[in-house]
C-alpha cells in the first residue's frame, strides 16, 4: 500500500504545522489519512483518503480490497444466515466505489448508493442530509421500491465516520419508512470525537434496533480553538500570494482555487481515443438504482474482455496508466482499472474526479498536491459549476483513461476548457471510455388487455414439473394429427401441406436404441453439464440480469429447464422458462410474443434452443421478430438465440461449437415432457390462438424427461470450475457467427444433386430428427467419427438408410431426406426408396 508518507514526510504535516491539528489513534491512522484545507464553512480540515481512490491516485487493488475486507469483516459480524439478508447502502459521492466493495465483501447482499443526481420518472424511496458536505442533499432512487423493505440488516457505508449526523440522518429517515431490527456502520476511519461516541448506542435504544460499527482504523482528530477561522484565512492568503507570485493557474471558472500551471515544456495529447468496452446491454453501470447479486454475476463475467478492450487501445510503450472516474461514478472505473492491473505490465493507479473544491498546495507534506479545474458536464440539477480532479497533474502518466457515464458525454466534456482537454495537457494519451447509463424503464404495457390464456403446465400438460416450464400452447391431445412418415413426407414435397399441420408417428424406441440413450448420457452428461453452465452464463453477463427464457419448442425446451437449473444451483436465481411455437416457413406464435410482452419486460427475454443445423431457424425468429415489432409497435425482443451447440456457427451465444451427441436429440417426445412437435392449422388454430400441440400422456412409461434433466444436474458440481474458465474464454472471444454451416449445406445440396437446403440436415441433432421423422436418403458421416454416431448408424440400419463417410465434412454427419420424393420414386441415384 501507498503510504500517506512522502519521503518520509506525512502527508498532514502542512496543515498540522500551520493549524496545530493533530490525528490520535491507531498506528495505522496516519498510513490511511493525509490532510488538507477547503473553503468549507462548516470544516476548514478535510481528511484525504489514501485508499479511497477519490483524491489521491492508488493502485486500484489497494482500494478494492479495503472495500471487500470490510465486507469480509461485516460478513463475519452478521454470520453466513444474516448476512445472506443483507442490504448495502453507500453514501454518494465519496463512497460510492467503496460501498460497492463492501457489499461485494459481504457476498450475497443487493446495493444501493445515495444519489444527488434527479433522475426523471424515478420516485425517491427517501433521502437525507450531509451535514459536513460541499453538497447535501441525497435521494434515494431503487428501480424496486422493495430493495429497502424487508427484516435483514442494512449495512451503511461512508468513507469516515465523524460526528455520526450523516448515518444517524439517514436511518432515522428510513426507520420510520422500513423499520428494521439491525443496522451495521461501516467506514474506512472511525473519527468521533469523545463527545459523540456514544451517541449511536443513544440512538440504538432510541429507535429499538441494534447498531454496529465496522472500521479499518480509529482515532480522533485534536481541533484547536479557532481553527475554522483559522483554517479559512491561511486559504484566503495562500490564494493572493500564490495567485501573485506565478500569475497563471488551471482553473476553468474559479481561478485562484487551482495549482499554478507547471513551467517547462508539458506533455500534450493531440487527439482522444475513443474505447468502446461492449458494455453489457441492461447492466447498471453502478448503484444508483440498485445492484444486485445478479448484475454483480454479469459484471464480473465481461470484466475481463472489456479489460482487454482497454489493454488493447494503450499505447505499446505506456507504464504509468491513469484511470479516473467520474464523481459518484466510482466502481466501475475502479473494477475495470483492478482488472486492467491483472493484465497488463503497466503501472495501474485510479482515483475519481469531484465535486468537492480544495486547497493545492505542492508540498510534499500536504495530501493535495495539484489540481485540475473543469466544469461540470453532466447537467447538474443544481447547475452549472467547477468540478476538480486531484494529484493527476504533474503525476508522470504516460496515460489517462476517463470514464464516465452516457449522460457526462456531453459538449461540455470535449469544450477546449473541458475535462479532457485539461487532462491532454498532462499526458500524451487520453482515453474516453463511456458506459451507458442505466435509468429504470416502466415495462411494456399493451394498451388493451390480453385475452390470452394462463400458460400450460404439468403435470396436466407434460411431465416436467410445474415450475420447469410453462407452455404457450393448446392442448390438442384430443386430435387425431399424426400421419404416416410416408405420407406426410409426400405431402410436405409436393406443397400440399406444411409440415407443422401433422405429426410424425411417434418413434417407440426398441431396447437396444434405448441402452444406447442411456450409454450415451452417461458418457456426455459431464459435456452438456459444461455447455448449460457456460451459456447460461453468457446469458447472465451478456443478456440479461433477470433472464426470462423461452424456448423453442420442444428441441429447445430440456434445455432451457436445464439453464434454469444452472441458474439456480449457481447462482440462487428463480428464472421464468416458457415454451413457444415457432415453424419455418410460418415464424414464430405472436400470440405468444404478445403474452410475453403483456407479462415481462421484452428486453429480457432470451430465446433458447437445443443446437443450430444451418440456421434456418435463426433466420426464421428474426425476420418474425422484425414484423412482429413493426406490425405491433411493440420492441425490445432480441431474436438472437442461445443454443447449447452452435457446429452452424450461425449465433453468438452458445455453450460449444463442437457437434456432438446431445441424448435429448435420440429421442422425441419421451425425452421433452411428452410434449409432440408443434402444430399450426388453420382448422385448429385461431388468429387469438396459441398453436398447439399434443401431451402423450400414454407413453408415460418410456419417459425418461425427468431422468435426463437429472443426469446433467448432477454433474453441475464437478464441472463448476471448467464452467468458469469456459464462460470467462467464450465473453473475451470474438464469437461473431461466420454461417460456415449454410455454406456447407448448399454446398452439399448442389454436390448430391437435390437442390434444396431444406432437405439437408446437418449436425448429429438435426441427422437424428430425419432418421426418427423424415423419408432419410442417406447419412454422411465425417470419417473416423465415434460413439457419438452409434445412434444415428442404429437408426441407419433400421431403415434401411446407407451412411458414406466423407473426409472433408464440416459436421460430425449430415442427414439427407429423399429429394422430390412420391411413393416409388427413386433417388438422384437411381436407387427406390427404402421404408
Known amino acids: ?329 466510482m466502481y466501475t472505473p475502479l473494477r475495470l482499472a483492478r482488472e486492467l492491473e491483472q493484465v497488463t505490465d503497466a503501472e495501474i493507479r485510479y482515483s475519481t474526479t469531484t465535486r468537492s473544491p480544495v486547497l493545492a498546495v505542492d508540498d510534499p507534506g500536504y495530501a493535495i498536491r495539484s489540481r485540475i479545474v473543469f466544469p461540470a458536464h453532466d447537467a447538474p440539477a443544481d447547475g452549472p459549476g467547477d468540478r476538480y480532479a486531484y494529484n493527476v497533474a504533474g503525476a508522470g502518466f504516460d496515460a489517462i483513461v476517463a470514464v464516465v457515464d452516457s449522460t457526462a458525454d456531453t459538449p461540455e466534456l470535449h469544450a477546449p476548457n473541458g475535462l479532457l482537454a485539461q487532462l491532454s495537457a498532462h499526458t500524451p494519451h487520453v482515453l474516453l471510455a463511456v458506459v ?77 436404441y434405448q441402452e444406447l440413450f442411456q450409454t450415451a448420457l452417461e458418457e456426455t452428461a459431464s459435456r452438456l453439464a459444461q455447455a448449460v453452465g457456460a451459456v447460461t452464463e453468457v446469458v447472465l453477463a451478456e443478456r440479461s440480469p433477470r433472464p426470462v427464457l423461452v424456448s423453442l419448442a420442444r428441441a429447445g425446451t430440456p434445455v432451457g429447464v436445464l439453464m434454469r437449473r444452472w441458474a439456480q444451483h449457481r447462482h440462487g436465481l428463480d428464472l421464468p422458462h416458457y415454451a413457444v411455437s415457432i415453424v419455418r416457413g410460418r415464424g414464430i406464435d405472436a400470440n405468444a410474443l404478445r403474452w410475453l410482452a403483456a407479462h415481462h419486460d421484452p428486453r429480457d427475454v432470451v430465446f433458447v434452443d437445443g443446437w443450430t443445423g444451418k440456421g434456418a431457424i435463426t433466420r426464421e425468429l428474426a425476420v418474425a421478430i422484425e414484423e412482429f415489432e413493426a406490425a405491433e409497435g411493440v420492441t425490445g425482443f432480441d431474436p438472437e438465440i442461445a443454443v447449447l451447440a452452435d457446429p452452424g456457427s450461425c449465433v453468438r451465444t452458445y455453450g460449444t461449437r463442437e457437434d456432438y451427441l446431445i441424448p435429448s436429440a435420440c429421442l422425441n417426445s419421451t425425452v421433452s415432457g411428452l410434449i409432440s412437435r408443434t402444430v399450426l392449422r388453420a382448422d385448429l388454430v385461431g388468429p387469438n390462438d396459441f398453436h398447439g400441440a399434443k401431451f402423450y400422456r400414454e407413453l408415460a412409461g418410456a419417459d425418461v424427461s425427468v431422468a435426463f434433466l437429472d443426469a446433467v444436474s448432477a454433474r453441475f458440481p464437478e464441472v463448476a470450475d471448467a464452467v468458469d474458465a469456459q464462460a470467462k474464454e467464450l465473453l473475451s472471444a470474438d464469437r461473431a457467427p461466420t454461417w460456415e454451416g449454410w455454406a456447407a449445406v448448399e454446398r452439399i445440396s448442389e454436390e448430391y444433386g437435390i437442390h434444396d437446403v431444406n432437405l439437408v440436415k446437418p449436425g448429429v441433432g438435426e441427422t437424428t430428427r430425419v432418421l426418427l421423422r423424415r423419408v432419410p436418403w442417406k447419412i454422411l458421416a465425417r470419417a473416423g467419427a465415434g460413439a457419438d454416431l452409434d445412434h444415428v448408424r442404429l437408426l441407419a440400419e433400421q431403415r434401411g438408410v446407407p451412411v458414406e463417410e466423407v473426409a472433408e465434412l464440416p459436421y460430425t454427419c449430415v442427414g439427407l431426406i429423399h429429394p422430390k420424393y412420391t411413393r416409388g420414386a427413386t433417388g438422384a441415384d437411381g436407387k427406390a426408396v427404402t421404408l
Open 436 to 512: 451507458p447509463s442505466y435509468a429504470p424503464e416502466p415495462l411494456y404495457v399493451p394498451e388493451r388487455p390480453s385475452m390470452l390464456p394462463e400458460p400450460l403446465r404439468g403435470p396436466a400438460f407434460s411431465s416436467y414439473a410445474p415450475e420447469d416450464v410453462g407452455w404457450l400452447l393448446q392442448d390438442l391431445s384430443d386430435v387425431t394429427l399424426e400421419a404416416p412418415t410416408e405420407e406426410r413426407e409426400e405431402a410436405i414435397q409436393s406443397g400440399g401441406a406444411h409440415y407443422a399441420e401433422s405429426l410424425p408417428v411417434e418413434y417407440q424406441p426398441s431396447q437396444q
Open 1 to 329: 500500500m501507498n503510504k500517506a508518507v512522502n519521503n518520509g514526510v506525512w502527508s498532514g504535516t502542512w496543515v498540522a504545522e500551520r493549524l496545530g491539528v493533530e490525528l490520535q489513534g491507531d498506528d495505522t491512522l496516519k498510513d490511511l489519512l493525509g490532510l488538507a484545507l477547503r473553503r468549507n464553512p462548516k470544516r476548514a480540515h478535510l481528511l484525504v483518503s489514501h485508499v479511497l481512490g477519490k483524491h489521491i491516485p492508488q493502485s486500484p487493488t489497494v482500494v478494492y480490497g479495503h472495500g471487500f475486507a470490510l465486507g469480509r469483516r461485516v460478513r463475519d459480524l452478521l454470520g453466513a444466515e444474516e448476512a445472506a439478508t443483507a442490504v448495502v447502502l453507500g453514501y454518494a459521492e465519496t463512497a460510492t466505489g467503496l460501498g460497492h466493495s463492501v457489499a461485494d465483501g459481504i457476498g450475497l447482499a443487493p446495493y444501493l448508493h445515495s444519489t444527488r443526481r434527479p433522475v426523471p420518472g424515478v420516485a425517491p424511496a427517501g433521502g437525507f442530509e450531509e451535514s459536513h458536505s460541499h453538497a447535501t442533499s441525497h435521494l434515494l432512487l431503487p428501480e424496486d421500491p422493495a430493495l429497502l423493505v424487508g427484516n435483514g440488516p442494512l449495512v451503511l457505508v461512508d468513507d469516515e465516520f465523524s460526528t455520526g449526523n450523516t448515518v444517524l440522518n439517514t436511518i432515522r429517515d428510513l426507520h420510520q419508512r422500513y423499520p428494521r431490527r439491525r443496522y451495521v456502520v461501516v467506514a474506512l476511519v472511525d473519527m468521533r470525537s469523545p463527545a459523540d461516541a456514544g451517541r449511536l448506542e443513544e440512538f440504538a435504544r432510541e429507535i429499538g434496533a441494534r447498531v454496529d460499527l465496522v472500521a479499518a482504523a480509529s482515532g480522533t482528530v485534536s481541533l484547536p480553538e479557532g481553527v475554522l477561522e483559522k483554517g479559512q484565512d491561511l486559504v484566503t492568503r495562500y490564494e493572493e500570494s500564490h495567485l501573485g507570485a506565478r500569475g497563471c493557474v488551471e482553473s476553468a471558472a474559479t481561478a485562484a482555487w487551482a495549482r499554478p500551471a507547471p513551467t517547462g515544456p508539458q506533455p500534450k495529447s493531440d487527439r482522444i481515443t475513443r474505447v468502446d468496452l461492449r458494455w453489457p446491454r441492461g447492466l447498471p453501470d453502478g448503484g444508483r438504482h440498485g445492484f444486485t447479486p445478479a448484475h454483480r454475476i454479469r459484471l464480473e463475467n465481461a470484466l475481463p474482455a472489456m479489460a482487454a478492450r482497454l489493454a488493447e487501445a494503450l499505447p505499446a510503450d505506456t507504464h504509468r496508466v491513469h484511470i479516473l472516474g467520474f464523481e459518484e461514478l
